[in-house]
């Protein structure tokens, strides 16, 4: 896929549950036009990494116990955006997770992101990867992962070992993880439904909400994202 550095693409954000292929279409996305992906996650790390006063802030809350509240993690997401390399666009993981960060999101993004932009001001784009429950607990469940290295991952559905339960690469036995169990994918599956539906909520009124058959080929996932994306930042 050949990559593309010279357009304004804007913000993404992909929704979709655990095992929707998230990871794999964001990678695609970043080779493609050479944007950051930002997490939250790697921001609070990075931030409590460096001592910054956002950083220790979060630390003592969660020294605590305490969850980091959204006006901290906000803070966090607006110096990172700030920073040259999302000034073309960028893919936000794990943010929004509510509709009141969502709502930050877009009167930060206008007051200040693009304000002095010359393609105008542009809100983030955002693509649901919707693919059938049962297909989900098959790839999540499915999984099985070499013991010896961690690395080498199978898929006794979609992409069986040679032999039941061995590694092909080194003969190592395969096993289960533990967040690989179905009772705990059926929580986790529960858990991303009863906090993401907000969220697309929120972006479907607002009518930036857009959705992408999951249960296809990734290459033919990647190409409906990219049309979608071309079709915004035009």
Known sequence: MAAETSRNIGP???LGPPG???GTQAKRIVER???PQISTGDILRDNVARSSELGLAAKAIMARGELVPDNLVCDMVADRLRRPDCRAGFILDGFPRTPAQAGWLDAFLEREFFHNSNQGKDLPIVI???VDYNQLLKRLTGRRTCTASGQ???NIYFQPPRADNVCDID???LVTRNDDREEVIRERLKAY???TRPVADYYEQMRRLVSVNGDVP?????ERILGFIEDHAA
Do not use: P
């Open 12 to 14: 993404v954000i992909l």
């Open 33 to 35: 036009y050479h944007i």
């Open 218 to 222: 990734a290459d033919q996932v990647t």
């Open 193 to 195: 439904d009863l906090q």
């Open 128 to 130: 649901r990867i919707e």
């Open 171 to 173: 003969g190592s036995q």
């Open 20 to 22: 929707a292929g998230k």
């Open 152 to 154: 080498h991952i199978y």
